[in-house]
Every structure is written in C-alpha cells, then in structure tokens.
C-alpha cells in the first residue's frame, strides 16, 4: 500500500511538473494574450471585488473582533435557529454570507472558527451552504449579462437550493441519526467510530477588543484577504491560455472551460452561448473560487474536499431543476 501511494505521489508530481513546463511555454509564445488575461483578471479584481468585499470585509472584522455579532443577529436568530438549529454565531454567518456573497461566509467562518466562536461541527455544516455568489452581484452583473428579462425564477433557483440543503444538512440528517441511534439501528450501530459525533472541542472566545485595535486589525486582515483573492483572480484567468494551441476544439467546450476555471470572466466571453451552462455553473463558482474558499479557511481544521464534494451535489440539484423547468415548458 505504501508503494501504491507513493507511486501515486510521484506520478502526481510529474504530472503538474509537466503542466507547468506546458504553462511557461505558453506564456512565452503568447506574450501579448497572457498580458490580455492576467490584466483581466486584476481588472475584474480591482473594479469588482475590491468596492464590493473589502468594506464587508473590514465591518464584518471589526464585529467579530468586538464581540457584535451575537447582538446583530438578535432579531433574525430566533427563526434561523428554529429553521437550521443554528448558534447566534451560526445565524450571523448564514445572514452575512447570504448578503454580502462570496467568500464572505467562508472568510466569516474562518474567522469566527479561529476566535474560537463557532465549534467545527457547526462550521463544517456552514461552510456547506453559506459560501455562494452574492445577491448584488448576481442582479447587478449576471442578470444584465446574461440578458435575463425575469430573474426571479433563476434567482430563487440560486439561493432557493442552498438554503433548503442548510435546512438538510443541519436539521434533517442530525435528527434521523440521532434516531438511528436510539432506536440501534442494525445499519448504523452504535459502536461504529464513523457514526459517533463527539462534541468538537473549541476555543474560549476571545474577549473583544477596543474599537481602534478592532478596525486596526480588521483593516490589516481585510487587505491581506482582498489582496489574497486578487491573486486567484489574476492566476486562473491566465490559466484560460492553457486552451489557446486547441482553437479547433468546440466552443461550447472552450467557454465551459472559462467558466470552470473563473466565473466572472467565463460569463464575460460565453454569456450568449451558455445562457442555462452559466445559470447552472453558478452554484459551483468555478475553481477561482474553490481555490479563494481554501485561502479562507487554511488556518482552521475545515475540510475543502468536503466542501468542494457539498458544492456539487448543489451544482447536480440546480441542473435537476433547470431540467425539470425545461421538460414543463
């Protein structure tokens, strides 16, 4: 088994040595292109992310830091915990993570998991489904985009589907194996290491900081998260020239290709070739974004696997409904 791995590791080395070999190559034969897309993505970095994220980025720090967001959630906690068995901290994270959009949830629980204010399990459950394209910038970038005249069917859709899979995840299935368990179930036993949740052990919460030390450090921690983001930004929109030598190949291909690796510029090149592709891909968000969730998260025991495996069952759920829609009309 450990030749098996290690022949695996070995083969996986070679495999992204010769990737970035192909990319240096590139790079040097399209000197012009490259500079076309890196500027694109720090174009889209700059004019998009940086007026939209970095002032959430900064107020959202600075509640944490204080100690706010229990007091913020008040009014709305009392329904988020009867719908997803939410902490306050929980209700706070599922309420900024749908308002202010993507990676906002995933930076907010990153945070909120470190400060020792949310326990692994709840986190875990998160991260699942509060980490997805925002509001603003769907009605505001997407809809004019891809020219859509009635965007309330897709924008239920779009949000619709996350928050009935939280309500899944963090309401449904912990009851029905909390009933597996008592009533021993053959199927689940008792005994089985899998099946047995131990309380995640979390840090006491950090008391809160003066409000100086508080939008200081939230200032510092924002632009070091927003710088972070515009280097993903730049990186997979130059790796769009890894498909400049195949041309030829279909061009339903190529811009599902643009789409993958960055959402934003995908929908800028393919918005009026993959109308239903895009609405679909959305949830996903491509691997600009899996790779900005991993940034905010790397400093916490949470898993991106996990929630890369999550973010498809919800990209597979949308595809279900846009085909249901299609079959009834």
């Not at 399209?30 to 890196?38: N, Q, T």
């Not at 309420?95 to 993507?102: A, S, W």
């Not at 995933?106 to 394209?133: P, T, V």
């Not at 505001?140 to 899944?168: E, N, Q, R």
Request: with cysteine; hydrophobic share 50%; aromatic share 10%.
């Amino acid at each position: 088994m450990k030749i098996f791995h290690k022949w695996i590791d070995t083969l996986y080395q070679i495999l992204f040595t010769l990737i970035s070999l192909y990319l240096i190559y590139l790079l040097l034969r399209y000197p012009s292109l490259s500079l076309k897309y890196a500027s694109t993505g720090l174009m889209l970095w700059f004019q998009k992310m940086i007026p939209t994220l970095l002032p959430f980025m900064i107020l959202s720090g600075i509640m944490i830091r204080m100690n706010l967001t229990e007091k913020f959630v008040r009014f709305a906690h009392p329904l988020l915990h009867r719908l997803y068995a939410t902490s306050p901290n929980g209700s706070y994270t599922i309420l900024m993570g749908l308002l202010c959009g993507f990676p906002m949830g995933a930076r907010i629980i990153g945070e909120l998991c470190q400060a020792g204010k949310l326990d692994r399990e709840e986190s875990s459950q998160l991260l699942a489904f509060c980490n997805n394209i925002g509001p603003i910038y769907f009605l505001s970038y997407v809809v004019p985009s891809l020219s859509i005249d009635k965007p309330l069917l897709p924008f239920a859709i779009m949000y619709g589907i996350p928050l009935l899979y939280g309500i899944l995840i963090m309401r449904i299935l912990p009851s029905v194996q909390s009933t597996l368990h008592r009533i021993g179930s053959p199927l689940i036993p008792a005994s089985d290491p899998i099946t047995v949740i131990a309380p995640s052990p979390t840090r006491s919460p950090s008391c809160p900081m003066p409000l100086l030390a508080a939008i200081d450090s939230s200032v510092l921690s924002g632009l070091v998260g927003i710088a972070k983001l515009g280097g993903y930004m730049v990186f997979f929109n130059l790796l769009n020239i890894l498909f400049v030598p195949f041309q030829n190949l279909n061009k339903t291909f190529l811009y599902l290709s643009n789409c993958l690796l960055e959402i934003t510029s995908g929908i800028d090149r393919g918005s009026h070739h993959l109308f239903i592709s895009i609405l679909i891909l959305l949830p996903f968000g491509g691997l600009s974004c899996i790779a900005q969730t991993y940034g905010m998260i790397q400093h916490t025991d949470l898993s991106i696997r996990s929630y890369l495996l999550h973010k498809i069952l919800q990209t597979a759920l949308t595809t279900l409904c846009y085909l249901l829609i299609m079959l009834i009309h």
